[in-house]
């Protein structure tokens, strides 16, 4: 499948340009060098010509690279005493490249400093857009099989955590520590994000980050969290319920986003394209029919995969149609300033509307 993927992304630029290059620079998230290379390294230059691919590393990743890059890509060492810009000009000069189509996600700087670099040479640069993450928008089946196995590895996260709590006596941050060692210790690379872990008013935040407050002993807990195994990344959300009686308000608007997403991932299983705003509509629609009318603020959803934001989105806006294989995030919620928020997330493959996600969603109470 990897040289489908470089075939299919020669065919994204080689009618208007001689070159492709996309650039990661150290401090950069980003994973389209590993999509396209198989490099799991800090930073690295990919040039793709009309014949040939190359992959530039320096010194410090020699054998990493020999170890991981794909076959069928030339790896070009960059020496000690020169730059990787250095021996980035040199290769476009001896191929006798002029038109360059240079990935969005390069640095201004970057380009910039190439422009210098190749200066007198003739080359033409040319901004493009997103031609990598067009390809990974539709995941193959190892793609998809990698995707299952971290959020399989992710219930069983979950799962641990509902027999760990222990409310008025860890804190939302103790609990999200408690996570990502789990995560390790049973075979994770790591949190595909910092875990969001949210009691009572603040699970009203959708993006909450992990305090000091203990976690309740009696209101709502909201935990979002996934892990990254094999490259690949899970997302989930669970809202349960810490204490005795549940609050009827609460357990209504639990009831409608339950609802909501089920209607959503309904109309991810089709035999024709479906645009991917008619999903989020199917969801939002929903919950501005009831009680809870202007409380769902976000995109239903969006695409994960190597990494755990990726097209396509899920919102109104959104302008993309779904062909089927995209992997896609299902979360609808609903958020009561000052009370409390309910959110419900699940992984599901478009077309075949197969849910990844296998943890309960019946509302849990500890």
Do not use: C
């Amino acid at each position: 499948m990897t040289w489908k993927r470089i075939l299919e992304l020669r065919k994204l630029w080689s009618k208007k340009y001689d070159a492709y290059l996309l650039y990661k620079p150290e401090a950069w998230i980003s994973s389209d060098i590993r999509y396209i290379t198989g490099f799991t390294g800090s930073t690295a230059a990919f040039l793709q010509t009309k014949r040939r691919n190359f992959v530039f590393v320096d010194f410090r990743y020699k054998t990493q690279i020999r170890q991981e890059a794909y076959e069928g890509i030339t790896i070009v060492d960059v020496p000690p005493g020169k730059g990787l810009l250095e021996v980035l000009a040199e290769k476009l000069t001896s191929l006798k490249v002029k038109s360059v189509a240079v990935e969005g996600s390069v640095p201004a700087s970057f380009l910039k400093a190439l422009k210098k670099e190749t200066a007198g040479k003739g080359l033409r640069y040319n901004v493009v857009s997103g031609l990598v993450s067009k390809l990974r928008t539709v995941k193959d089946r190892g793609e998809i099989g990698k995707i299952r196995k971290a959020q399989e590895l992710t219930d069983a996260l979950f799962e641990w955590v509902l027999n760990a709590i222990e409310p008025g006596k860890m804190t939302e941050k103790d609990l999200a520590f408690e996570m990502e060692v789990w995560a390790r210790r049973n075979g994770a690379e790591g949190m595909s994000f910092a875990p969001i872990v949210a009691g009572n008013e603040r699970s009203a935040m959708p993006h909450a980050r992990p305090t000091d407050n203990p976690i309740p002993t009696e209101g709502v807990l909201l935990l979002d969290f996934g892990l990254r195994v094999d490259g690949y990344v899970s997302d989930m959300t669970r809202t349960i319920w810490i204490g005795n009686s549940v609050p009827s308000d609460f357990k209504k608007a639990y009831e409608v986003v339950l609802e909501a997403q089920r209607r959503a991932i309904e109309k991810l299983a089709f035999s024709r394209p479906v645009p991917a705003k008619e999903v989020d509509a199917a969801a939002r629609e929903y919950i501005e029919g009831s009680d809870f009318k202007g409380t769902f603020g976000h995109g239903l959803g969006h695409g994960i995969g190597m990494d755990v934001h990726e097209a396509p989105a899920l919102n109104p806006k959104s302008k993309y149609v779904l062909k089927g294989g995209e992997v896609v995030t299902v979360e609808p919620g609903v958020y009561l300033e000052g009370k409390f928020g309910v959110r419900i997330e699940d992984i599901v493959v478009a077309g075949k509307g197969e849910n990844l996600t296998r943890s309960p969603k019946e509302l849990i109470k500890l």
